[in-house]
T-cell receptor
């Protein structure tokens, strides 16, 4: 158990809908990272927040957004969903804002868009 | 742009046999290098990392990796695999300590009893 929690574990929704994925980092960790894992693209970095502020951006679509709240939990919002958004979404956390320190991954949220 | 190549999508070894998973990166300078493991239904776990210094790095679960600058490689090894090592292994790189981590496509390891 990494100490990172993600809810929900599974999510099934229809195209065009909007969903919110939630992540609680390990106690004391200030950074949260979001990744998307799909069969064709592999594991792709989406975005990083550090202590409430956006720190780094990766291949995140404009339809996707994230935020980190004062209690350090984070939410990833996915809107206007398309079939191709079906994937496993991971959250990871680390103690500092430096990305190369060890990142602790949650178990993921599996999103299925039908 | 930096990239990571794991040439083997699947590898099958017998329990007790030695293992080597290959990883090549494309980047001019020495990057930060990582190996992560993903067990079925789990998130990723860091096995080991290389930043500088001794090119042979020891990790958890009996794994080690060797950085070879001349070959732009960071191969993962284990002298004797256990059935519990069956998982997907990801090599990853970062250009600097504040840059995003780029993951390879992964190598799925199967263990024969």
């Amino acid at each position: 158990d990494s100490g990172v929690t993600q809810t929900p574990k599974h999510l099934i929704t229809a195209t065009g809908q909007r969903v919110t994925l939630r992540c609680s980092p390990r106690s004391g960790d200030l950074s949260v990272y979001w990744y998307q894992q799909s069969l064709d693209q592999g594991l792709q970095f989406l975005i990083q927040y550090y202590n409430g502020e956006e720190r780094a951006k990766g291949n995140i679509l404009e339809r996707f957004s994230a935020q980190q709240f004062p209690d350090l939990h984070s939410e990833l919002n996915l809107s206007s969903l398309e079939l191709g958004d079906s994937a496993l979404y991971f959250c990871a956390s680390s103690a500092t804002g430096t990305s190369v320190v060890e990142q602790y991954f949650g178990p993921g949220t599996r999103l299925t868009v039908t | 742009a930096q990239s990571v190549t794991q040439p083997d999508i699947h590898i099958t070894v017998s329990e007790g046999a030695s293992l080597e998973l290959r990883c090549n990166y494309s980047y001019g300078a020495t990057p930060y290098l990582f190996w992560y493991v993903q067990s079925p239904g789990q998130g990723l776990q860091l096995l080991l990392k290389y930043f500088s210094g001794d090119t042979l790095v020891q990790g958890i679960k009996g794994f080690e990796a060797e950085f070879k600058r001349s070959q732009s490689s960071f191969n993962l090894r284990k002298p004797s695999v256990h059935w519990s090592d069956a998982a997907e292994y990801f090599c990853a790189v970062s250009m600097n300590r504040d840059d995003k981590i780029i993951f390879g496509k992964g190598t799925r390891l199967h263990i024969l009893p």
